[in-house]
């Protein structure tokens, strides 16, 4: 092995974000073991290096072994990475707690809060597992380019500089920087609140309402997270980051952002429902969104542009009443610190 | 027992084969210490044994460049070692603790022990007044298998009395623990503390050498089995808010510990970590507390009012008489023992993940098989154990009608004053302001409606006061109240409620601070809570 960990690292879920992050890992020297519950999916990555139902262009690297047992999956790994969706991060989280050991690294690439509980990941894993040493890897990172070998960025964040260098390490590679923070708690709610706002875009988008109204839009969601996040503990500046307004960017303008596509979806006039099937996968941002009121309401934060995409989602307003009714709230201060 | 004498030159070697591992860092730390040295007797030029302070650091000044700084630094560091060691005598123990509780209450405080011998009969009953509740079942044992560490919450120089007290009666060991310089003063206080493991603390001291040596010699304490207390808010909380910021550096030597243990190959290399809480329904201090807070908080915001003296140790005896009188309970609560990282530890000693699952917590200290000191590894490690200690303090406070009478009547004054921030609220509060009772009583009823649901979220506890009849604990507070403070806090005249000491009204709502109450903002100024 030529890695910087002797140990092999262990990668729980095979949706696309997962498998192209067993890729990197393996891609950087290490044996990799890709756990999926679906043994026919795992079956598929061994016998053919593809994840069809994932991301089939990506021909996966030979180091990659497919997995469907946890225990075998987790078992002398000296890194666990978790990209399970954020509401059945709990039921996963809470079987590796039987298989985890303390002197295991665990790293989430889970961009979401938990419904109800309004956790963080970081939050869920240490609520059901001995794990101490974690850390997020978030950023504006479409699984779809960097499995074509497209340069992009991330960030590892965790209160244990060990475990950023330890991210670092195995992530890394000649199209792929890996940057160190160590705001846990910015990056995990930059990470889920973009995804509203991408909600929000995607809608302006469908909607043809022109680019200085998606930028009017899309900074004062930024404006809004950035509030939220504060009043929750993150530190302002890492919404200024990769992992804020980095991603919010990526995740406002792509087509590949499947939360982008489900406002899109909703602004030519689909149901939610049928918006989110004809997706196929999960888009974070639906759940997000009422976490994200929740919170607001909370904390005493005014989020006008979150509030809308929740009444959108959730309350059946139209999406041109919505934004009518933006337009028309009294414009305070542009930034808070302003 | 190991001596202190013996623990003192562990902590100094440790110490200084760490510094001299710098190299070249060693004139560096002497320097340092001069200059730290100077700073702290210019700004106490009388404090005790100053002149030989002083003598000894210009002494050091001047040797310094002329000779090896290696041999001064060996000279401070062992300096700052015997200054800081005590000793554990268990004939002395057993003396004290046959007087208890007057016999600590009178070392702790400075009281003269012929003062309190006269009123045996009063304080014996004292016994009945503290509650002893919570996770103390497997501490007995918990204390053989390995070193227990207390960590209670800290608002009265009563709290380290009362903690003897409660570990004696609970037939627990006897406990090492920091005490500050100034409860050394005294030739027979000093004696008698020296010898039942007390080691001095100098809070002035602001040179890391002596804050290295401080730490290095509790951590040998605690790996030698030495069983340990520590008040880890650091000071008193002069807001009366339950803390919520821990001295880390204090905490940290419980993960050392352990791990030198584990290194060491020792038998029982386990340390336990113990959250306590002692609550009081009035605190002996409070005023002088209170007004401290407001004046560090505030600056120039804030003026101050006489003092009524209520803060003098010497009133102890009579501050207890009259808790006696009221029926009065003191509660200390133990929560559940936890390892250096902040997991619950069961009876047997093992450490349990949150689903309850036994782990191994060696691995957390191990990278390649081996177990390594990386400090910035072991500090996150302690800011978790920091943040289970906090939520333990805040699960176990157990709230007193006084706290939630004084959060009433000061959110009653609130109202209608929106915006006004703390230092304003006060001030438009002066001494015989009246407040309707009737209002006060309603936002008294909410709030303990709000407090029973907090409770079954394990954010708060109720004392048993709180559990009963609504009216009852009103009329509790109200008798309470007029039971210390020079002025009542609060009293009743007609359909209203008289304010007396507004700082004290404030001080004592500041325990509930934090749950959200009656939807009420905070009113701990931010750079201070």
Redesign the interface.
């Known amino acids: 092995m030529s890695g910087p960990f002797d140990a092999p690292i262990a990668v729980l879920g095979a949706g696309n974000w997962g498998t192209v992050l067993a890729h990197l890992a393996a891609q950087s020297g290490h044996e990799v073991r890709l756990w999926s519950r679906d043994a026919a999916q795992t079956h598929e990555i061994n016998t053919t290096r593809r994840n069809s139902r994932a991301i089939a262009s990506l021909e996966i690297d030979p180091r990659v072994r497919g997995e469907s047992d946890l225990g075998a999956a987790v078992d002398g790994a000296a890194m666990v990475v978790v990209v399970i969706p954020a509401q059945a991060f709990r039921e996963v989280a809470r079987k590796l707690g039987d298989v985890l050991d303390p002197r295991q690294i665990v790293l989430h690439a889970t961009k979401g809060l938990e419904l109800r509980s309004h956790r963080r990941m970081s939050e869920v894993l240490e609520e059901e597992t001995c794990a101490r040493q974690v850390g997020v890897l978030s950023g504006p990172n479409i699984a779809a380019e960097i499995a074509e070998g497209l340069p992009a960025g991330t960030v590892v964040t965790s209160r244990f500089p060990h475990v950023v260098k330890a991210g670092k390490q195995v992530f890394t590679s000649g199209r792929f920087m890996v940057f160190g923070a160590s705001d846990v708690v910015g990056v995990e709610l930059c990470g889920a609140l973009k995804n509203v706002v991408a909600i929000a875009a995607g809608i302006a988008s469908g909607m043809h309402i022109g680019e200085n109204a998606m930028a009017l839009l899309v900074t004062r969601g930024l404006a809004e997270i950035t509030a939220l996040a504060s009043a929750m503990g993150a530190r302002p500046g890492t919404l200024a980051g990769l992992a804020g307004a980095g991603d919010l960017m990526v995740t406002c303008r792509s087509q590949h952002s499947r939360n982008h596509r489900v406002g899109e979806a909703l602004a030519k006039g689909e149901t939610l429902e049928r918006a989110v099937a004809r997706l196929g996968m999960v888009a974070e941002g639906v759940t997000t969104s009422i976490a994200a009121r929740e919170l607001a309401i909370e904390h005493g934060i005014e989020c006008p542009v979150l509030d809308s995409v929740h009444r959108i989602l959730h309350e059946g307003v139209a999406p041109t009443d919505a934004l009518e009714a933006l337009l028309r709230m009294r414009a305070g201060r542009d930034v808070a610190w302003a | 027992m190991i001596s202190g004498k013996e623990i003192a030159h562990e902590a100094a070697r440790r110490v200084l084969a760490r510094s001299k591992g710098a190299q070249g860092r060693s004139f560096e730390l002497v320097a340092e210490s001069v200059f730290h040295e100077r700073e702290r007797l210019m700004r106490n030029p009388h404090g005790r044994a100053s002149e030989a302070d002083r003598a000894f650091v210009e002494g050091i000044a001047r040797q310094l460049g002329a000779i090896g700084a290696d041999g001064l630094l060996e000279d401070i560091v062992r300096r700052y070692a015997h200054e800081i060691e005590g000793r554990f005598d268990p004939k002395v123990y057993g003396f004290a603790t046959r007087v208890l509780p007057l016999g600590l209450t009178a070392l702790l405080n400075g009281t003269r022990a012929r003062d309190a011998l006269f009123r045996v009969p009063e304080l014996r009953s004292l016994s009945d007044r503290v509650s002893i509740s919570g996770e103390t079942a497997p501490l007995a044992r918990l204390a053989r298998l390995g070193t227990l560490v207390f960590t209670p919450t800290h608002v009265s120089n009563l709290d380290s009395l009362l903690f003897g007290y409660t570990i004696f009666r609970m037939g627990l060991p006897p406990v090492a623990y920091g005490a500050g310089l100034n409860l050394f003063e005294s030739r027979t206080l000093g004696y008698f503390m020296h010898h039942l493991g007390a080691y001095s603390v100098d809070r002035s001291k602001t040179d890391p050498l002596y804050r290295a040596v401080l730490k290095e010699y509790a951590t040998v304490l605690l790996e030698r089995g030495e069983h340990g207390l520590f008040f880890p808010g650091g000071t008193r909380s002069r807001s009366f808010a339950v803390e919520s910021k821990l001295k880390k550096g204090l905490l940290g030597t419980t993960l050392a510990a352990y791990r030198n243990n584990l290194v060491a190959g020792r038998a029982k290399p386990k340390v336990f970590v113990v959250p306590v809480t002692c609550s009081y329904p009035l605190v002996l201090e409070g005023y002088s507390l209170a007004e401290e807070y407001l004046l560090r908080a505030g600056r120039e915001k804030y003026i101050p009012h006489d003092d009524d003296g209520s803060d003098n140790a010497r009133f102890w005896l009579s501050f207890f008489e009259k808790l006696l009188a009221l029926d009065a309970e003191v509660h200390v609560r133990f929560g559940a023992a936890l390892d250096p990282?902040?997991?619950r530890v069961d009876a047997d000693g093992t450490s349990r993940?949150?689903?309850g699952?036994p782990?191994?917590?060696?691995?957390?200290l191990?990278q390649?098989g081996r177990i390594t000191e990386?400090p910035?590894?072991d500090q996150?490690?302690t800011?978790?154990l920091e943040r289970e200690i906090v939520r333990a303090y805040h699960r176990d406070n157990i709230a007193m009608p006084t706290w939630l009478l004084a959060f009433a009547a000061l959110e009653q004054h609130r109202r209608g004053r929106e915006g006004h921030d703390v230092f304003r609220l006060l001030r438009e509060l002066v001494r015989g302001t009246r407040l309707p009772i009737e209002p006060v009583r309603a936002l008294f009823n909410e709030a303990l409606d709000e407090l029973k649901l907090l409770e079954g979220a394990e954010r708060v506890a109720l004392s048993d006061e709180l559990r009963g009849d609504k009216s009852a604990a009103f009329d509790r507070a109200i008798a309470c109240f007029a039971t210390w403070h020079k002025d009542p806090v609060l009293r009743v005249k007609d359909s209203w409620l008289i304010v007396g000491e507004p700082s004290l009204l404030y001080y004592y709502r500041n325990r509930l601070e934090g749950l959200g109450l009656l939807s009420a903002p905070s009113l701990l100024p931010a750079e201070v809570q």
């Open positions: 990282f902040g997991n993940d949150p689903r699952r782990i191994d917590p060696a691995g957390y191990e390649r990386d910035t590894r996150a490690y800011e978790i």
